[in-house]
């Protein structure tokens, strides 16, 4: 079945430092993709998204591409800032007929340093 | 977009009591779902409630534990019954209306002592 594998955690970076978390998946046809954001007390969000190959899903500054060939779809930030720290998970959709379910990653904790 | 407003955000219980958690959308939605979310996991589904219909469990969760109604398109609850500290979770309500991003409560933070 489709399955999400995420970068383990916690990542912990000083401001102003580059941001990876890797995120690969395993689907048969052609799920869409997303990067979810959990801050410190809050609920789950949308950071971005991407709904085909090649696309590129933006949001306050974090990009990832969904790439079919590596099947993987990174997170990345040019320039991380302490309220950046959060939990941030990737999540795949699988479409098979009316199932709209979402396959989540197991998350990965972010803490950027002052 | 949707908003949730998911209740209570967080309660205490003794083991082998129930706790009921309630989820109310500003908006008409064909299915609801619950997650659960353990300490240092990932969420996992529940089951996904259809308004009118049985809810539908995914593999693990049966209704005799996790009962859910569904009155209407806007509003579910979960009853998390007979209570064991395993159940110490947090357990989210979840709408996708646009079929494309799903939408989250704030939870609720369920501690079984």
């Known amino acids: 079945g489709n399955s999400v594998t995420q970068m383990e955690g916690p990542v912990t970076l000083s401001e102003e430092a580059f941001l990876t978390i890797n995120c690969t998946y395993t689907a048969t046809g052609y799920p869409s993709l997303f990067w979810y954001v959990q801050y410190p007390g809050e609920g789950l969000q949308l950071l971005l998204k991407?709904?085909?190959a090649d696309d590129k899903g933006s949001n306050k500054g974090f990009e990832a591409t969904y790439r079919k060939e590596t099947t993987s779809f990174h997170l990345e930030k040019g320039s991380v800032q302490v309220s950046d720290s959060a939990v941030y998970f990737c999540?795949?959709?699988?479409?098979?007929?009316?199932?709209?379910?979402?396959?989540w990653g197991l998350g990965t904790s972010l803490a950027v340093n002052p | 977009s949707a908003v949730i407003s998911q209740k209570p955000s967080r309660d205490i219980c003794q083991r082998g009591t129930s706790l009921t958690i309630q989820c109310q959308v500003d908006?008409?939605?064909?299915?609801m779902f619950w997650y659960r979310q353990q300490p240092g996991q990932s969420l996992t589904l529940i089951a996904t409630a259809n308004q009118g219909s049985e809810a539908t469990y995914e593999s693990g969760f049966v209704i005799d534990k996790f009962p859910i109604s569904r009155p209407n398109l806007t509003f579910s609850t979960l009853t998390v019954s007979n209570m064991s500290p395993e159940d110490s979770s947090i357990y989210l309500c979840s709408v996708a209306p646009r079929h494309t991003e799903a939408f989250f409560g704030q939870g609720t933070r369920l501690t079984v002592v």
């Open positions: 908006s008409q939605v064909t299915m």
């Open positions: 999540a795949l959709s699988d479409q098979a007929g009316n199932n709209r379910k979402l396959i």
């Open positions: 991407a709904t085909k």
